[in-house]
């Protein structure tokens, strides 16, 4: 389908699975693809023509632009400083405002606390006399987190007492960085939404998220909480209009005595909201497209009841998979490494028990 009456081209900065994904969701639209990225058997590349280049090299992102009509990521380590030189004409969604803000925790957190979206306390640190200053504030047990740069667990400590201050500060520091009160929180969950150019909004059901290591290994969703729902909604709708934001948000919180705690956005597509592909009316990849290209949003609501399972490290076997009513595989075409993301799975039921009863049968998923 021509968007406009011209097929439009999309650049996508970095081809991870997200990108790949993306794609997939967006040439059913009619749409092309042209990705960014350093590694030529990155995911994307299965699919459109991989640029080789850093994100971090402005003629690499010129080179994307001069190929395509607009831009996107999928990564959010993009450095903005690289996007400076985008003509004019070529839209780079969401919003270089919001890539910027989501890169630093505590910029992040700051404006979190403006919107007056609860978080946990904070304090930034660069000295070890700092670490002492915002512990004194903060209390144990604490989390020390690198401000920039730091995902899926990387760059973080958790500090139970005075006599691991030290060695946590020592292991982190040469770059700014975080203390966060620990959260002892009852469950983590997930807001993933939507916005395009002509301002509308859509949300999808909160998905409820289990980390191992600091990965992501499995959320459900919907979550059951209309309250919740209607609260996080009320938060990302904030965060939303502060940006004029244009494409899929997502936040990440935590759950303590039932109240939501800001923990970060993602100012993109998120492995959280992969159940949205089969367990949701619109899939998050194809109301990113529809989003940045100011087409009208699809519906979110959950056909079912959906469970995501990554796949880290490994694979099971496709017919193992297959096997389980239900279940769709994702196989992202990455070589096996530990602790990488290599595909996903998602299930769909028609109940929750049901799905309950399938999950206690899917390969790996208790190890
Ligand atoms: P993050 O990189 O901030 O998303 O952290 C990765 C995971 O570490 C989160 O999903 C939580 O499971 C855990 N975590 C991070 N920060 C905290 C915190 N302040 N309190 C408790 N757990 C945390």
Redesign the pocket.
């Known amino acids: 389908m021509p968007v406009n009456g011209a097929r439009k081209t999309v650049g996508i900065v970095g081809a991870g699975q997200l990108g790949r994904m993306l794609a997939l969701a967006g040439y059913r639209l009619g749409l092309g693809f042209v990705f960014l990225d350093k590694s030529e058997d990155a995911p994307g590349g299965q699919i459109g023509d991989i640029i080789l280049g850093e994100f971090s090299d402005p003629k690499k992102i010129a080179e994307l632009a001069a190929r395509v009509d607009m831009l996107t990521y999928d990564v959010e380590n993009v450095p903005v400083e690289a996007l400076a030189g985008l003509p004019k004409d070529k839209p780079f969604l969401p919003p270089i405002s919001a890539l910027a803000a989501g890169q630093d925790?505590l910029t992040e957190k700051t404006l979190f606390n403006e919107l007056k979206i609860p978080t946990?306390k904070f304090r930034a640190v660069e000295t070890m006399a700092d670490m002492e200053e915002a512990v004194h504030h903060i209390g144990y047990?604490?989390?020390l987190?690198t401000r920039r740069l730091?995902?899926?667990?990387?760059?973080?400590r958790?500090i139970h007492g005075p006599a691991e201050l030290g060695s946590a500060f020592n292991a982190l520091c040469g770059v700014p960085l975080i203390l966060?009160?620990?959260?002892?929180?009852e469950r983590?969950v997930s807001l993933i939404g939507v916005r395009n150019l002509k301002g509308e909004m859509a949300f999808y059901p909160l998905s409820e998220?289990t980390?191992r290591e600091?990965?992501?290994r499995l959320s459900v969703a919907p979550y059951p909480d209309k309250k919740l729902q209607a609260q996080a909604q009320k938060y990302m709708k904030r965060v939303m209009e502060h940006f004029g934001y244009a494409g899929v948000l997502t936040i990440?919180f935590?759950v303590k005595k039932g109240k939501l705690i800001a923990?970060?956005t993602a100012p993109r597509v998120h492995n959280s909201g992969h159940w949205t592909i089969e367990g949701a009316v619109t899939g998050q990849f194809e109301n990113h497209m529809r989003a940045i290209l100011g087409l009208p949003l699809g519906e979110t609501w959950a056909v079912g009841y959906s469970a995501m399972i990554n796949f880290i490290g490994s694979m099971p076997a496709l017919e193992e998979v297959l096997a389980i009513p239900g279940a769709h595989y994702h196989n992202y075409g990455k070589e096996p490494r530990p602790g990488r993301k290599l595909g996903h799975a998602t299930v769909v039921c028609k109940t929750r028990k049901e799905l309950m009863n399938r999950l206690k049968k899917f390969p790996g998923l208790d190890s």
């Open positions: 925790r946990t047990p604490a989390v987190k730091g995902y899926d667990g990387r760059g973080q958790v966060e009160e620990f959260i002892p929180f983590e998220n980390h600091g990965i992501l990440e935590f923990n970060e």
